[in-house]
């Protein structure tokens, strides 16, 4: 594996979404590390722990056992060393109530699972192609949302 | 306390007597003046007429002894001497009457020395004429000297007499004069005081009957009021309570004693009778507030038990106020209800919606569940199916091809069911944030929604000019795209779709079927089009949920479109109707409150 890899995580307690997520990026054609984390304890702890490296982008789902998305997220952007760390929420809900709460407590995109392979592999070439620089300052309600053109 | 009426007229009662008094007392204190001025003026007269007649007795005494002295020295005879000795005598006793009698007068005191003195002169005459007549000492020249001075000095004491008598006269005539100017003014003066003495008793006696008759109006006006206040404390469940702060005497109304469940007036209320009844979880709050409403001169609504003698609970609201009567004694008033029915009607009616409320809890998790949960595996399942790749579906059989299709297609329509009831089920819960809008913009929004299929079809949309209203504004705009969706999708084949959408203001009390709304103005929005229709019979039919006219292979639905236009317009208390016949198009109206 090449050193200048993206390093991507995911937080996801579904074994198939864990899956597709991992089939998905073995077939988009970046160079990659994908790391698991199968809740919202795990995943505290994980970027916790003072000898992890962080990932480039963090992948979230919202609906987790034992701490959901939105809890890891807000105590993310509260953890000084954290702050700054790119999450792409990943979830099966495409609720106004979720968007806003994520986007209010600073996510950087809302990705809703597609329920098409295909399209989850565009997501991911779109999200790991992404200039984040560029749309985190022009980052807004309408374009939160990750949608595929 | 305005129902107390006012008697002023006991004050002005009050000033009328004492005037009429005091006019009565000095009407009698002028008649006692009269009488002593009566009486004055009588004994005056008695006096005048005394001295009168004194005076006359003394004239004639010098009279009888004049004519007696004559008779003697004309005939010598001594017969005639009789008179003119006695005379003497009476002039003594007239005289002493006299002095008595002019006492208090010094003028008339003075004139009856000097008439005195005239008397003695006269009978010093009378003795010198004897002397001169008597034939032993007979001289002419000095009789007829003497004789003519006893008619000169007879001539003085008649004009001193009459003089003392016009003394008398005039001294009678000034006093019977006072007397008279006094008594003239009396009479007519009296007269009228008497009048008005009467005037004012009279009045007051008017005012009295006024008064009384006003009373017994009053009275009985009480009365009814009493009995009335009796009956609706029955009908009303609730009673009164007085406490006199200055007596401590409390009285309970009839119906306090039946809601505490005992006759009335079994025993006689004071301080503690109440607390008696009163539930002991309640008694230290009932006392506090005893307490609080003697300092604060109110009771507010205070909530309690009590428990009847046959030991029933009942449920008591209570209120009070202190109130200062004009006498500025102290009256506590107060009002029990019996709010028992009321109070067990709460716990269910609280009851009823504690279950109303889990059944809606249910509900929104129940939408949860359709819109997370059930997601969740069908996306994995388009998911899988998505993977199944172009090379595996080479070495599957064909009725294995067909069968994948098929789940692809059951997968999708699954898809479009979840969806549309989440949109269903969001027209209810979500919030309802009314914008005043322009539904001529919201309107271009749907057209430019449903922009691909209206080319696609060559559809052409007729639009008034819309109002502005009050709406939920993306919801209006479901609602456009769902009629124009729906009209765009059962065009008649080979035609191209013409929608003409109208609008209208009118009032509600033109249709029956928006009588039941608050709102009296309407805009009533028709879409009319050039579709296939429908049969009239279902037009209550379309808009309920799940209900299809047509199979899902020939128009694919899934009966929530009309449904979520139905819940719209309840949302902004409308109306929505359906007309149609088959192969003549349809007309959907929905009225919309202004």
């Known amino acids: 594996m090449q050193k200048n890899a993206l390093h991507i995580l995911l937080a996801d307690d579904d074994e198939d979404d864990r899956l597709f997520f991992k089939d998905a990026f073995e077939e988009v054609k970046v160079q990659t590390k994908v790391e698991f984390v199968f809740d919202g304890l795990q995943l505290m702890e994980h970027l916790m722990n003072p000898d992890t490296k962080l990932p480039d982008i963090l992948f979230l789902d919202l609906n987790m056992p034992k701490k959901t998305g939105k809890e890891c997220l807000i105590e993310i952007k509260k953890t000084e060393h954290l702050k700054n760390l790119i999450i792409a929420i990943y979830s099966t809900s495409s609720s106004d109530e979720d968007i806003e709460d994520t986007f209010i407590e600073g996510a950087n995109i809302y990705i809703k699972k597609p329920s098409d392979f295909n399209a989850l592999k565009k997501i991911i070439n779109e999200v790991i192609t992404l200039n984040w620089h560029y749309h985190t300052s022009g980052l807004n309600r309408d374009n939160f949302l990750l949608s595929l053109k | ?594």
């Open chain 2, 1 to 594: 306390m305005k129902w107390i009426p006012k008697f002023n007229s006991s004050n002005y009662l009050r000033v009328i007597f004492i005037i009429a008094i005091f006019i009565l007392l000095f009407l009698s204190s002028i008649a006692y003046k009269h009488n002593r001025d009566l009486n004055e003026s009588s004994k005056l007269l008695m006096h005048t007429y005394e001295i009168n007649i004194e005076l006359e007795r003394l004239m004639s005494a010098i009279k009888d002894a004049e004519t007696g002295q004559r008779g003697f020295m004309i005939t010598r005879n001594n017969r005639f001497l009789a008179p003119y000795l006695y005379s003497r005598d009476k002039v003594n006793t007239s005289f002493i009457s006299l002095k008595k009698l002019t006492a208090n007068n010094p003028q008339q005191k003075k004139n009856l020395d000097k008439l005195f003195k005239l008397i003695i002169q006269r009978y010093v005459s009378f003795e010198n004429c004897l002397k001169y007549s008597a034939p032993e000492t007979y001289d002419k020249r000095k009789l007829d000297n003497h004789m003519f001075g006893g008619r000169i000095l007879m001539e003085n004491i008649r004009f001193k007499v009459d003089e003392m008598k016009d003394i008398e006269k005039v001294f009678l005539e000034k006093s019977l004069k006072r007397y008279d100017e006094e008594i003239s003014l009396g009479p007519v003066f009296s007269i009228s005081l008497f009048l008005a003495a009467l005037t004012f008793i009279l009045l007051a006696y008017r005012q009295i009957s006024k008064d009384l008759e006003s009373l017994k109006v009053y009275n009985k006006k009480l009365l009814i009021s009493s009995g009335l206040m009796a009956e609706s404390e029955a009908i009303g469940k609730f009673s009164t309570w007085q406490w006199d702060l200055e007596t401590d005497k409390i009285d309970y109304s009839d119906n306090q004693f039946r809601l505490l469940g005992v006759q009335p007036n079994i025993f006689v209320p004071n301080k503690d009778s109440f607390m008696d009844f009163v539930h002991p979880d309640d008694q230290e709050a009932i006392a506090a507030s005893m307490e609080g409403i003697i300092n604060n001169e109110e009771l507010p609504f205070i909530y309690y038990k009590i428990i009847q003698p046959n030991n029933e609970i009942r449920y008591f609201k209570s209120t009070g106020k202190l109130l200062v009567d004009q006498q500025g004694s102290k009256i506590l008033l107060g009002i029990n209800f019996d709010i028992t029915d009321e109070h067990l009607l709460n716990i269910k009616l609280q009851e009823r919606n504690n279950e109303l409320e889990k059944s809606n809890k249910e509900l929104a998790s129940f939408n949860h569940v359709a819109s997370h949960d059930l997601q969740e595996p069908l996306r994995k399942i388009q998911t899988f199916i998505s993977r199944v790749s172009d090379a595996d579906k080479a070495v599957m059989s064909d009725s294995a091809k067909e069968y994948i299709v098929k789940i692809e297609t059951s997968a999708n329509r699954m898809r479009v069911l979840i969806d549309d009831l989440l949109l269903f089920s969001k027209t209810n819960t979500t919030k309802k944030e009314f914008i005043k809008s322009d539904l001529n913009e919201l309107l271009e929004n749907a057209k430019s929604e449903l922009a691909v299929i209206i080319d696609e079809q060559n559809g052409i949309l007729q639009v008034d000019n819309l109002p502005k209203l009050h709406v939920i504004p993306y919801q209006i705009e479901q609602l456009f795209i769902n009629l124009i969706g729906n009209s765009l999708k059962y065009s008649q084949p080979g035609i191209a779709p013409k929608i003409n959408i109208t609008c209208e203001k009118i009032l509600s009390n033109e249709y029956p079927e928006l009588m039941d709304q608050p709102f009296k103005k309407f805009y009533k929005i028709m879409f009319a089009d050039n579709g296939m229709g429908f049969d009239p019979q279902f037009k209550e039919n379309i808009f309920v949920l799940f209900q299809r006219l047509h199979s899902k292979t020939d128009y694919p639905g899934t009966g929530i479109g009309l449904a979520i236009c139905k819940k719209i317009v309840e949302n902004h208390k409308g109306y929505i109707t359906a007309d149609s016949e088959p192969g003549r198009g349809s007309v959907f109206t929905v009225f919309l409150p202004e």
